[in-house]
């Protein structure tokens, strides 16, 4: 059974939560030369004290002023007047990591054109094929990064320093920081990718090293919690309504055909969901965090036949992750999760077979856009936020701040530890009024269970 | 990105301000059947007096607690377990005026599928081409609107209502609203729209009729206060990025060659500066906020001139509320504000002269997308963000809301009193960190003054 | 591109073939007005004897001059002075068949335009569903067709009339022709259909009725004979083109990986051809019409090895229809043709155990675009084809034609007897420039056979 | 009064207009190793002597067959089987000149490609800034171009190697030539740079020296004759389709709305004209080879007048070569020819006034959108085109042919002398059936003048 996103709100935060680590005091001045006074024009410094409320819920807001409180807050983000490296002393390292998304190369030509050009870093270096081009034993050398080498690649989609997947010894990983002398690493890459980034950190601590890691999480699924949006989640629902645009059109070219859209989304189905309020045309969108039943007479089956006998068409998009209750595996993966079979050709043979059932002839018109997905370049408005997640992620890591990501938190960029975004995933309320719209604009039932809950 | 303008700040808000009226006592049950309570994975009705907070700095909540003040709130969006109209009694109205903006339609057709079958509404008319339709004298019929006659509407650009400029005579509308009977009306338009419909309000509020009167904020600028984000701005980047690349391609084509790009704005640079950081091709770009002058060393056309001699091309975006400053006219407009010219042309022309004047020979490519860009379709986010204005905006109506429109604030979607949108524009903060991603996104001058303000 | 099959080479044509058959003498005035002649900047009529080269080699013709024969030719498409229907009396049908294909509406709206305005045409049916909405039994009745009902229908993919398979009984359609008075149909369909519509032909000449039945043939897969170029197929390529960008992109995206896109095409491989060259991109490109092995020295698996031990990634583009020589089965359809399984995931799955046994680990991206690309809107070049034919397909009607499919060859459109396309498919020859093209852009072997042939 | 395109057909042409120059003698053996015999599925070299017919009319052959003369024909083009140049000598360079034009970078690839992996070239030069960086003077150093430098190129619009307008002193570009001991020079651009392109044949000629000089037709209006189509052309008819829908939605947003849309062609309207059609919404296309008049009761302004009191909303493009007939000025270029205004501008006014007379209140949307066409990236049918002719282009310097262009004639590709393609322009001829498709497009009359001609 699908957990409600509680976790979150039952999880006791603590103000230690949200505090940021720093590597030592900030005693270089910065090189922005931007202004301390406001009413100038002219553009100025992040005091290091600004926070951004986690809370916008005035009740919440309420609650602890009568509970005597401090509210809890994220570290905002931004330049410092003071910072810790010596401009011209960086040497930084760039790794992406996991499954591709759109915008890994905006965030890579930001950062080199940041340390290049705002703080005169001395040398930039990408790593090759993620962490597993981090350890000498994959007979990988870095590429050197310029500004040249960089200049047009965000016309192109994946990623120019290539991806794997999996981390890798934490050690050989900082020995090889410390072979090329780099003193700031920045980290592209979902949930397992921070989880390393924060183990390397941790080996970093514990060798003393002054050496900042910063992650800017990517995640197609949007599903890393304290953090608005991940980056190239829009230009996926883009691309996913495409998708179902086309499901549509063929559902709707034949008699009692159904369009089946599946999307990426293995623990949230924020995709799913996003793209079927979009669409307009979705008449079911099933995702992991919503519990419903294939059979019976509230199950989803029959309300599709019901569909069916109205219309003569109908359109379904499934987010992957609901594979993990329709066809879970008696596998374990290495991590010990339990595998799921592809839920798009599960349904698409169970609605076939459950038709035969009824006497009824359907046609199912099967789409997996996945690839096509994860590999296209960013719409405008994800390239504006990974320049920007970029930008602030370099502010960071020229101020001595380490083992933290880059976020975005009800419109203002924050700093944020990594351990806080990788103790669970970011999943959709069922109860909020995001998923009411998405019932609104599907028509579906509220529920598609026998019994009530 | 959304900045408050000092203005707003220096504005003394009152928690007035933010009340929103309503027609009277919600005693009908809602037909939606949602859920009261949490925990059933049922989605709920939302409370009357749920509230999103106006300010998410810490700073700021702190001294509202030291004043021993509630801070300043939004009432929250959604919809309610009482509402104030019979379902089957609604007679809606619906108009769109001003400038056409991507998404209307996406907005005509969720407010029409949301009163059609969420709230069984009695009938829906569409009044044609803006105020103009809703007198008797202008000779034209409303529209009967039904979910047959706007599914495919969105794959549209445009208005299929049609739309006009300026106001009308508001007890003439208000005849025509009592003529068909017509008990809420949906206003899709920009300040001067929601100016209109505030009078609309007052003269209904006058003859104490038990109208609804709703507004939906559209502005391609951007610029309307109290609110994240207006519908169709984002997708106006996603052109105007694509504008600035064909500049660049055009620039880059042959020596000493300036691509100038020309983008919408009358009062903020939102649309210039979030396309210059996604483009991240862009040299200069100039916004009606930041003051900057042509001439003398630190003028703008010396910095070109540097550029030029550097890289053999320059690219620049200009909003066109910059010619506000650089060349207005003599004349004032029906409302007394002061013309200006084309600065797209005056950059243009003043650009050739004063390289002539320098003995260099250039080229500039001017590329003006406004009319391409105003009437393109929304991207999927866009067209989500429609939908889920017009959801609520169907709610709000429902709830017996009326002088408001619906908005977004810090991702939570709000109701807000016409009058406050409507006091003055919302622009860009100079000493931001936002306009600090397009000065590091450009690696333009802080100031291109030749004295300090 | 349009390279005739050697079969075509080896059947003997005779003049006879390209004759096109009329339903009697044309003597009603055209309401066109057009002009008879040349020089005074009018439009003029075609002329009934206006014919276009089948070939256009200079070899061949000077054969046809030693022999003492003339060239054979098409029948030229276009108006002509006189008409065989009287215009007000005209009662079209129209029918589209088979799978979707970008481009079917662009037929439909134009067809109904052409018949309405150029020839006031007094009432025009769409039949729902293909040919299945063409027999009482059914229970569907046609749509009234107007310009005002298919005014926006080019903004939509699909087939605002739908489609299905396959073919009804004759007899019965020609009941329901009779039943609504139709005096010319117009069938949008495949090889499959038009056989259908060749069929319903010749039943209209068995009862002596005065219908003119017109084929526009419509292939995703560009196969049909006789033709340049079928609509849809070059909105087919460009969205093949993404599919294989996204596959690239991915495949060097990871170390070892492999990008392997299915594209549409059973009996040709012109998409797959195509889109090759265009992507510039593609490493193997493998069509029915050229043989290869997977096993051996010069095997197909043994090239792929190669590539990847040089390049590390790799880019494959199978059509479908290499799957009745990889993966036929033991079965037939209804028309006693062997069928074969998915060559896509035969291939992916072969691949990794080939490399598995080599003990290499690869990883194998595999996108199957086929939906998303047959439901897309049509690119404007196809568009224009579209409405080109549809207006072509009208003026035959109204002289009279019948039989015959509209087409275009070596840039000129032509009226074809539909016996001559449905004879078997066009084919790329592996002996062409074409085919060489291919294999310049791919850089592949010229052989992956492990013999001569 | 524009020039009906009889002259082609005025034109007497002579076999001798179609022979190709070549360099000498063909002895060294093709490094491509194809097939001589046909049935045995590999790929042929194209014989010397096979020829693609001019005419594909059968009247026109006829005509041939009674005068007992041989039919004009084109040299095909393709790979041959003995070559004139040894691969590894292969010194080649690039040039493009002129305006922008989508496929640029496509055609500079596949040069490379096939210069380095088919025939293996010592070396490739791309000349910066067409031929102003042929000459020593300019100061500028050509690029060395390899696979690696041009592998990611197609993704991006543009010239890599930029462009200038103008042809320069021809002895010096030869000297430039010999300083690079260059053999054969690929000149990609328009009838001016084909002009220059033939005085650089002609003085390499005079001094003896073996280069081949190999012209790449473009143009993006497409008006170079004895070509069916120029790359590039595809591309902006579709950016243009997208303008057009663009003033179309605007035109239909408001009461009395005109759409006005400038398309590129100086001297022929093939842009305007297949836009047209695809747009399936224009009501008036103005091209320069179709004179009409503004005023009188046949004029267009008086049929836009009733159209607009029908629809009260009118879509009109204009070719900008219909300037010359419009707003020709007294002024003239350094050719000779004639100058003439913006017929965009020029339009919007004289309707804004017509009406004005009429005191009819109109708006005029007008939307130029040149410089985003010209720069914007190929669609794969033209990305593919570009890269069959580049391919060709290779094989025919290989073969040493010299100062001739490389076209396709009815689907074949071919060889074209340089001096037969830049005689004049090509254009549409009104009297055609592809005029006739525009007129039933648009429902606009089929003359708009006062008196017949």
New interface residues.
Partial sequence: MPQ?NKGMGAMTLTHNDFAVQTLGECTVPSPL???TV???????Y?DE?????Y?????A??QY?ENGE??L?FEK???REKIFFEPGAVRAGIVTCGG?CPGIN?VI??LV??LH??YKAQSIYGFR?GY?GMIKESGLQPIVLSPDKVS?I??????IL???RGNQNVAKMVDRLMDYKINMLFCVGGDGTLRGASEITDEVNRRGLPISIIGIPKTIDNDIPFI?KTFGF?TA??H????I???H??A????NCIGLVKLMGRNSGYISA??S????EVNFCLIPE??FELEGPNGFYSHLLKRLKRKSHALIVVAEGVGAYLCAKDEYDASGNRKFGDVGIFLRDGIKKFFDEQGMHVNV?????S??I???RP???D??YC??LA?NAVHAAMSGKTGMIVGR?????TYVPMKMVTRENKVID????F???V???T?QP??MRNT??
């Fill in positions: 409600i030369n931007l202004s406001y009413g100038d024009y002219l553009t100025n992040i004290n600004e926070r951004i409320l809370s916008n819920r005035l009740s807001i309420k002023i401090e509210p807050s983000a931004g330049p591709l905006d030509r930001s054109m940041q050009f705002l094929y597993w047009d965000h016309e192109l989609g994946g990623s290539g991806s794997s608005d829009e629902c883009t996913a309504v495409a998708s645009r086309s499901a059109v063929e709707k070219g034949y008699q996003s793209a309020i979009a669409s307009q919503v519990p018109k099967y789409i997996d856009p690839y096509m994860r590999s296209s719409i405008p408005s390239s504006r320049i920007q930008q938190w009800n419109n203002s960029f069922p109860e909020s009024t998923w009411l719209n019932l609104e604009a028509g509220k529920s009530k809950p």
